[in-house]
């Protein structure tokens, strides 16, 4: 398509507007003033000019018609849908005058900070929430707090670092940098990468890599895109992939395939690894995953005898029963099998420069904050006094306590909630009631956000108009390479989350005024360590990586034999023993298992059988779909023609059964409630299990009360317990392990089975 454009800006997609956790360099072609084309950057290293569709439909984001553009607070009764227009001036005022006050009459604790998945606004939140005084910084909803921390902790604390499967990301020259070498496999468990780009991953790449001549092997549920392309594809049953690992573990021991040079000098506690693992032989595990044993034995052999070989993890690994431990099982699979920071393994993920823009480990933690920050905020933080685990390893409050407390005040009073990037109610609450409940019981709900939506419509108070990537000024400090966030155009009065949380974070601690007069001072200052500031950086191109010789910890590989991990200098591992941890002593510290194990999921025909006959299919939930990250993009026209119905999966076995038509809507349900969808056949999907699309809202239906866009009937999240978090306190929410079954809808059924009572109860 030919379009005029005057100008073209360069900048780096990071949410909102593609949706993702970004990374991709991006041409914004601009026409008076107006964004008018988004490409990708041919020059950038990550995408070399591809773009998703999400990117390429940023035009009809931008300037959607509705758009929130100006502050809101709410007028009428929570839920009725009436808003009036405020200056930022007036909206400022407000939060400082209501949070000054709760502050003096119940501590700054009783405010709590909910943001939606990490993206690019953990560092502002984080910012405004310390600055404010709270310790409560939650991704409220997400049970168990199931999205890359529990893998984040698991590497801290078994390897001291995080690490990525290598696909050459970490050099400008990609593939053809010689010290680079392909993997022959790639292992990718639990995950579709390319319908969603992951945490500073690019799906893409696996692609380039089996272009190249890598070979995959599959672990998922769910026949993928990848699946299809795999020499092994495993088929396995949800929740169950604990068992896997310790039984890939003990046959790499038992088989003599491990790397014994790595792990006799670089690892801890392998005799007692051994010893665990022993009893999960491949009959055993074959009955408790429903995988051949003979489909195990092969594709466990064609991993520890492939070198190198890479595994790419996936989000439902966090949201298996005790996920930390099935998640320290996988990090024992990458180190023993000599795969650990080697070309074309798991390389360790050092930022550019070491560069952060908001702390993931508690290490980042107190560089950013201070020494203190743990004795600062653990006294009141959430689940820090019950979890010791969450206490110590990063900064979050533990999401199924904080819901709870929201509604009967214990231990203390949580009395105004701030969200920000997070449509609770249409995307990532588990027991959605509940979380309904919770935040009708606060007295303040201030949401930062683009557009309405379930949460903003149901219990919002005030409305802060947010910025899109196109709109804003910001950085990127995630991994590699370091990179600015340049703004093009601006919408309406609407902010960027740094500019907004900024302007309230300096109200609250008037000092930050001084130390930071204007955002890039900020910046300037975070970034200190390239070299650079915001304005070289930005001459230089925008993005850069740090080269051997001036950084040579961000830079690839064996650095735990040169001695560039630890801070101390000596070779080894930024751990307490200087050696990858099998047998993690840090767990041990905390009160959790420092060995991996397994537990059977919390719903299932082992362990409910009751509960089995009665609800008889597993729903997987969380598919997804190109067109839409989480619970945005159903409004955009371009994305919904494509992906235009909440769907379920299901396999025509099991419809004939049901007398369930192609196309037919139903209910799927269980003893939390029932929701609608529209069965797709999908010959791919076991028998047992249906796959479920989350984040769903029809941004086409009434958004007032008690409607909120319809996401009462069709939000699988209503189906989701809470509280069935692992041992850690991290990890093991239910997504993809509730028990459910699919029933034909009558003629005579009321098709809003959730809403009105809810609704009554609160009008």
């Given at each position: 398509m030919?379009v005029?454009f005057?100008?073209?800006?360069?900048?780096?997609?990071?949410?909102?507007?593609?949706?993702?956790?970004g990374?991709?360099?991006?041409?914004?072609?601009?026409?008076?003033g107006?964004?008018?084309?988004?490409?990708?950057?041919?020059d950038?290293?990550?995408?070399?000019?591809?773009?998703?569709s999400?990117?390429?439909a940023?035009?009809?984001?931008?300037?959607?018609?509705?758009?929130?553009?100006?502050?809101?607070?709410?007028?009428?009764?929570?839920?009725?849908?009436?808003?009036?227009?405020?200056?930022?001036?007036?909206?400022?005022?407000?939060?400082?005058?209501?949070?000054?006050r709760?502050?003096?009459?119940?501590?700054?604790?009783?405010?709590?900070?909910?943001?939606?998945t990490?993206?690019?606004i953990?560092g502002?939140?984080t910012?405004?929430?310390?600055?404010?005084?709270?310790?409560?910084?939650?991704?409220l909803?997400?049970?168990?707090?199931?999205?890359?921390t529990?893998r984040?902790?698991?590497?801290?604390?078994?390897?001291?670092d995080?690490?990525?499967?290598?696909?050459?990301?970490?050099?400008?020259?990609?593939?053809?940098d010689?010290?680079?070498?392909?993997?022959?496999?790639?292992?990718?468990w639990?995950?579709n990468?390319?319908?969603?780009c992951?945490?500073?991953?690019?799906?893409?790449?696996?692609?380039?890599c089996?272009?190249?001549?890598?070979?995959?092997?599959?672990?998922?549920p769910r026949?993928?895109?990848?699946?299809?392309?795999?020499?092994y594809?495993l088929?396995?049953?949800?929740?169950?992939?604990?068992?896997?690992?310790?039984?890939?573990?003990?046959l790499?021991?038992?088989?003599?395939?491990?790397d014994?040079?790595?792990?006799?000098?670089?690892?801890?506690?392998?005799?007692?690894?051994?010893?665990?693992?022993?009893?999960?032989?491949?009959?055993?595990?074959?009955?408790?995953?429903?995988i051949?044993?003979?489909?195990?034995?092969?594709?466990?052999?064609?991993?520890?005898?492939?070198h190198?070989?890479?595994?790419?993890w996936?989000?439902p690994l966090?949201?298996?029963?005790?996920?930390?431990?099935?998640?320290?099982?996988?990090?024992?699979l990458?180190s023993?099998?000599?795969n650990?920071?080697?070309?074309?393994?798991?390389?360790i993920?050092r930022?550019?420069?070491?560069v952060?823009?908001?702390?993931?480990t508690?290490?980042?933690?107190?560089?950013?904050?201070?020494?203190?920050?743990?004795?600062?905020?653990?006294?009141?933080?959430?689940?820090?006094?019950?979890?010791?685990?969450?206490?110590?390893?990063?900064?979050?409050?533990?999401?199924?306590?904080?819901?709870?407390?929201?509604?009967?005040?214990?231990?203390?009073r949580?009395?105004?909630a701030?969200?920000q990037?997070?449509?609770?109610?249409?995307?990532?609450?588990?027991?959605?009631?509940?979380?309904?409940?919770?935040?009708?019981?606060?007295?303040?709900?201030v949401?930062?956000d683009?557009?309405h939506?379930p949460?903003?419509?149901?219990?919002?108070?005030l409305?802060?108009?947010?910025?899109?990537?196109?709109?804003?000024?910001?950085?990127r400090a995630w991994?590699?390479?370091?990179q600015?966030?340049?703004?093009?155009?601006?919408?309406?009065?609407?902010?960027?989350?740094w500019?907004?949380?900024?302007?309230?974070?300096?109200?609250?601690n008037?000092?930050?005024?001084?130390?930071?007069p204007?955002?890039?001072?900020?910046?300037?200052?975070r970034?200190?360590?390239?070299?650079?500031?915001w304005?070289?950086?930005s001459?230089?191109?925008g993005?850069k990586?740090?080269?051997?010789?001036?950084?040579?910890?961000?830079?690839?590989?064996?650095?735990?034999?040169r001695?560039?991990l630890?801070?101390?200098?000596?070779?080894?591992?930024?751990?307490?023993?200087?050696?990858?941890?099998?047998?993690a002593?840090?767990?041990e510290?905390?009160?959790i298992?420092?060995?991996?194990?397994?537990?059977?999921?919390?719903?299932?025909?082992?362990?409910?059988?009751?509960?089995?006959?009665?609800y008889?299919?597993?729903?997987?939930?969380?598919?997804?779909s190109?067109?839409?990250?989480?619970?945005e993009?159903?409004?955009?026209?371009?994305?919904?023609?494509?992906?235009?119905?909440?769907?379920?999966?299901?396999?025509p076995s099991?419809?004939?059964?049901?007398?369930i038509?192609?196309?037919?809507?139903?209910?799927?349900?269980?003893?939390?409630?029932?929701?609608?969808?529209?069965?797709?056949?999908?010959p791919?999907?076991?028998?047992?299990?249906?796959?479920?699309?989350?984040?769903?809202w029809?941004?086409?239906?009434?958004?007032?009360?008690?409607d909120?866009?319809?996401?009462?009937?069709?939000?699988?999240?209503?189906?989701?317990?809470?509280?069935?978090?692992?041992?850690?306190?991290?990890?093991?929410?239910?997504?993809?392990?509730?028990?459910?079954?699919?029933?034909k809808?009558?003629?005579?059924?009321?098709?809003?089975?959730?809403d009105?009572?809810?609704?009554?109860d609160?009008?």
């Open positions: 030919s005029d005057d100008k073209v800006v360069k900048t780096t997609a990071w949410s909102p507007g593609p949706g993702c956790h990374g991709c360099g991006v041409e914004l072609y601009l026409k008076d107006k964004v008018v084309k988004v490409e990708g950057d041919p950038h290293p990550w995408n070399h000019g591809r773009a998703c999400r990117l390429l940023c035009t009809q984001y931008i300037y959607h018609p509705d758009r929130i553009l100006h502050p809101l607070k709410r007028v009428g009764a929570r839920g009725e849908g009436k808003w009036e227009q405020i200056t930022w001036e007036e909206a400022y005022d407000t939060i400082e005058q209501k949070w000054n709760l502050k003096e009459e119940s501590g700054p604790e009783s405010v709590i900070f909910i943001q939606g990490g993206r690019d953990g502002p939140i910012f405004l929430c310390y600055a404010y005084g709270s310790p409560n910084l939650t991704q909803g997400l049970a168990g707090q199931s999205c890359y529990p984040l902790c698991s590497m801290v604390a078994t390897m001291g995080f690490t990525v499967a290598d696909c050459s990301q970490f050099f400008e020259k990609r593939f053809d010689p010290r680079y070498t392909l993997p022959k496999y790639i292992v990718i639990a995950q990468p390319m319908s969603g992951p945490d500073a991953f690019q799906g893409h790449w696996v692609v380039d089996m272009r190249r001549g890598s070979k995959l092997i599959v672990i998922d026949w993928t895109f990848f699946a299809s392309r795999a020499e594809y088929q396995i049953r949800p929740g169950t992939d604990g068992a896997l690992a310790l039984c890939m573990l003990n790499i021991i038992q088989n003599d395939w491990y014994h040079d790595f792990v006799e000098n670089w690892t801890y506690g392998f005799d007692r690894l051994a010893e665990e693992v022993r009893p999960y032989t491949v009959e055993k595990t074959a009955e408790i995953t429903g051949d044993p003979e489909l195990i034995f092969a594709a466990t052999r064609a991993y520890a005898t492939s190198p070989s890479a595994i790419h996936g989000l966090d949201q298996v029963p005790e996920a930390t431990a099935v998640d320290d099982a996988i990090v024992c990458w023993i099998t000599g650990l920071d080697v070309p074309g393994g798991n390389v993920a930022n550019a420069w070491d952060t823009q908001y702390p993931y508690t290490q980042q933690l107190q560089e950013v904050y201070g020494e203190d920050i743990l004795d600062r905020i653990n006294g009141k933080r959430i689940g820090a006094a019950r979890y010791e685990y969450l206490a110590n390893m990063r900064s979050w409050g533990q999401p199924d306590m904080a819901v709870q407390q929201m509604i009967d005040g214990d231990p203390y949580i009395r105004s701030w969200i990037t997070s449509n609770l109610l249409g995307g990532q609450a588990a027991n959605m009631r509940k979380h309904y409940q919770a935040l009708m019981n606060m007295e303040f709900n949401i930062v683009l557009f939506n949460t903003t419509e149901a219990v919002g108070d409305i802060l108009p947010a910025a899109t990537f196109a709109e804003k000024e910001s950085f991994y590699q390479p370091l600015l966030i340049r703004p093009a155009v601006e919408v309406g009065e609407c902010r960027s989350d500019e907004i949380n900024f302007e309230l974070a300096k109200r609250f008037p000092s930050l005024r001084t130390r930071y204007e955002f890039r001072d900020f910046v300037n200052e970034i200190a360590s390239s070299g650079y500031t304005e070289t950086l001459e230089a191109g993005w990586y740090p080269t051997q010789e001036e950084w040579p910890a961000s830079v690839p590989y064996k650095r735990y034999e001695g560039d630890r801070p101390d200098g000596k070779p080894g591992f930024r751990t307490p023993s200087g050696k990858v941890e099998l047998y002593t840090l767990n510290k905390y009160g298992h420092p060995l991996p194990f397994y537990v059977e999921p919390p719903e299932s025909e082992v362990r409910t059988p009751e509960l089995f006959q009665k008889p299919l597993v729903m997987v939930t969380g598919r997804r190109p067109v839409y990250f989480h619970s993009h159903r409004n955009i026209p371009w994305l919904r023609v494509c992906d235009p119905y909440p769907l379920v999966e299901v396999h099991v419809m004939k059964a049901l007398g038509d192609d196309g037919e809507w139903v209910w799927v349900e269980n003893d939390r409630g029932r929701i609608r969808r529209k069965v797709k056949e999908n791919s999907m076991h028998p047992g299990y249906i796959s479920v699309p989350h984040g769903w029809m941004p086409e239906a009434k958004g007032s009360g008690p909120f866009f319809n996401a009462w009937d069709i939000n699988c999240n209503i189906l989701v317990p809470t509280d069935t978090q692992s041992e850690s306190g991290y990890g093991g929410g239910a997504f993809k392990t509730t028990l459910v079954r699919l029933r809808i009558r003629p005579d059924e009321d098709l809003h089975p959730n009105e009572a809810e609704w009554k609160k009008r």
